[in-house]
Structures are given as structure tokens and as C-alpha cells.
């Protein structure tokens, strides 16, 4: 079972970045296309960026295109964020897919981190 973990959460304020990073506990990542997600308080949660299992491919969702980039090598995959927003708050996951091609589609992905929380606030 392909377990997740990811790290470099915390507190920032506005128009900090933040570095996320998303392994797996015994694996390496090389053969998933990898998903980030968040969810902020009280709403559902949703995709943000994916990338294929190449990394030559990645999908943007609308709302952090030009701020956020995502990244990967053999053992991990990052989520780098600048320009950060009050509204990019939330707890983010990554996500793993047997599939080859990035999504930002949650019924893509077949397992799951538990999440790290992101604050952007001053």
C-alpha cells in the first residue's frame, strides 16, 4: 500500500511561499502521476495542480496559475507557492494515480496523503 506523506506547511503571510513536498514511505513516485489538493475551511475540497509521471507534462488549475509550480524527481514531487493569498488557506494533500497524464480530478487518484496545513495569514 503506497503511502504519502507530505511536508513544509505552516504559517505565512501574504505574499510569502511556501515549499511543499509530497513522498512516499518506501517507494519512489516514479511511476504515479502525482496530484495536489486543498481544502479550506468549510468548502470542498479541490484540485490545484498535477503532474504527469514524466514531469514533462502538468495541469494548472485556473486559480494558481502563475503563483504556484510543481515539480518532481525520482523521490518526491513539490508544490512551490508564491504570491500567497488569504484564500490559497487550507489543508493541502497530494495524491497518487496509476494513470500517466496529470490531473486535477480527485476520482483520478488512487491513494492519498494525510494532508499538511497551509495558513496564509498576517
Known amino acids: 500500500q503506497l503511502q504519502l506523506v507530505e511536508s513544509g506547511g505552516g504559517l505565512v503571510q501574504p505574499g510569502g511561499s511556501l515549499r511543499l513536498s509530497c513522498a512516499a514511505s518506501?517507494?519512489?513516485?516514479?511511476?504515479?502521476?502525482i496530484g495536489w489538493f486543498r481544502q479550506a475551511p468549510e468548502k470542498e475540497r479541490e484540485g490545484v495542480l498535477g503532474?504527469?509521471?514524466?514531469?514533462?507534462t502538468t495541469n494548472y488549475a485556473d486559480s494558481v496559475k502563475g503563483r504556484f509550480t510543481i515539480s518532481r524527481d525520482n523521490a518526491k514531487v513539490y508544490l512551490q507557492m508564491n504570491s500567497l493569498e488569504p484564500e490559497d488557506t487550507g489543508i493541502y494533500y497530494c495524491?497518487?494515480?496509476?494513470?500517466?497524464?496529470?490531473?486535477?480530478?480527485?476520482?483520478?487518484?488512487?491513494?492519498w496523503g494525510q494532508g499538511t496545513q497551509v495558513t496564509v495569514s498576517s
Open positions: 503532474i504527469s509521471r514524466s514531469g514533462r
Open positions: 495524491a497518487a494515480s496509476f494513470r500517466i497524464a496529470p490531473s486535477v480530478l480527485e476520482w483520478e487518484y488512487d491513494y
Open positions: 518506501g517507494y519512489n513516485l516514479y511511476n504515479y502521476a
